[in-house]
């Protein structure tokens, strides 16, 4: 278990990670239950969320600022809080792009997408969970490879989701739109497997 004068570290990032896991299911409601003439109001609540987490971003850095011995490196604190907050903006990317692009319906392949962005966010909790005590925990690599795992099926998603936009529509605006959108859905899983591999190489540098 972390001491407890380092457990604010560890704490701010299963809290930012929370964050990540609320936007994640509020961008799946939206979409599961598009109204477009409601989108800017869902688009305002998911910005909260998104300078919720930003502001625990920013209180590790000021903490870490007047720590004398960290749990561990600066640079790697650094990075792996940046990182886990760049879940939260990802998934605001797409929201973004939903309201930028004026999409009034929903493509299917969004919501097998934005579902295994959920459970990319939920394994990158549980992960940060683990990494509280990193050096005592036998979940770590599972839960790395879970991610790892996800992340692939992500992209298999959005090759077949590109695809088919192109074999089934013959609007152009379509297109250029919902290819934009799955682009930053894919992100979303890339920067969950970010946080992945931050963790391990703190665990490997401090093993």
Same mark, same amino acid.
């Given at each position: 278990? $972390?001491?407890?004068?380092? +457990? /604010?570290? /560890?704490?701010?990032? !299963?809290?930012?990670?929370?964050? *990540? ?12 239950? /598009?109204?477009?003439? &409601? ?12 300078? &919720? ?12 600022? @007047? ?19 760049? !879940? #939260? ?24 997408? #934005? ?20 050096? @005592? +925990?036998?979940?770590?690599? *599972? ?10 099926? &992500?992209?298999?998603? /959005? !090759? ?8 089934? &529509?013959?609007?152009? !605006? ?12 894919? @992100? ?7 946080? $992945? ?9 401090? +093993?």
């Amino acid at each position: 278990m $972390a001491k407890k004068q380092d +457990s /604010f570290y /560890f704490d701010n990032f !299963i809290a930012c990670a929370e964050d *990540s896991c609320r936007a994640a299911e509020m961008l799946k409601e939206t979409l599961e239950n /598009f109204q477009p003439d &409601s989108l800017q109001g869902r688009l305002d609540r998911l910005h909260e969320i998104e300078h &919720s987490a930003d502001i625990k971003k920013h209180e590790v850095l000021d903490r870490l600022a @007047r720590e004398f011995i960290p749990p561990i490196e600066r640079e790697d604190i650094v990075t792996l809080s940046q990182n886990i907050d760049n !879940i #939260t903006d990802k998934v605001e990317d797409v929201m973004l792009r939903v309201y930028m692009n004026n999409v009034q319906e929903i493509e299917p392949g969004a919501l097998r997408m #934005t579902d295994v962005v959920i459970r990319c966010c939920q394994a990158v909790r549980e992960l940060l969970e683990e990494f509280k005590d990193f050096r @005592r +925990s036998k979940n770590l690599k *599972s839960l790395i490879i879970r991610i790892n795992d996800l992340e692939e099926e &992500s992209d298999k998603l /959005f !090759i077949q989701n590109v695809r088919t936009l192109y074999v089934e &529509s013959k609007d152009p !605006i379509r297109i250029i739109a919902w290819r934009d959108i799955f682009i930053y859905l894919e @992100r979303c899983a890339d920067a969950c497997e970010h946080v $992945a591999d931050m963790v391990e190489s703190v665990v490997m540098k401090n +093993s």
